[in-house]
């Protein structure tokens, strides 16, 4: 009986040092485009203050759950100099998988999002 013990333990601390932490992938960033009428700094304040809200305080227990945000202004030299920012904002869909509405909490906000294209998708990408 005690051997039996020792060998549970031993293997329990086996098993939970070896067992990897669970680790979360959340989506990337994506970039958006500030309204023109705003600076900078007033559209960081207003998204990172609609995207914990962005879906209201509603009784559904089925709605998405909020998890984070970020705002993170890009110093790219672009078309959208001084107006573009990587955004997250991270919420959590009952199917447990993780999504980023940056873009629509930018919009919401009067702002817009950046489509890229993939060149492969096109037939423009290396042949």
Not at 15 to 42: D, G, H, M, Y
Not at 59 to 87: C, H, L, M, N
Not at 88 to 102: D, K, L, M, V
Request: aromatic share 12%; glycine share 8%.
């Amino acid at each position: 009986m005690f051997s039996a013990k020792i060998a549970f333990t031993a293997l329990a601390s086996l098993a939970l040092t070896s067992a990897s932490p669970f680790k979360r992938q959340f989506p990337p960033p994506v970039e958006v485009i500030r309204p023109e009428n705003v600076t900078t700094e007033q559209f960081k304040q207003e998204f990172l203050e609609l995207c914990p809200r962005y879906y209201g305080e509603s009784e559904i227990t089925d709605r998405p759950i909020y998890i984070f945000e970020a705002f993170q202004e890009s110093f790219d030299e672009d078309q959208w100099k001084g107006r573009k920012a990587d955004v997250s904002c991270i919420y959590q869909y009952p199917t447990a998988e993780f999504q980023n509405i940056g873009v629509d909490v930018a919009m919401a906000l009067g702002g817009d999002g950046i489509v890229t294209i993939d060149p492969i998708e096109t037939g423009g990408g290396p042949q």
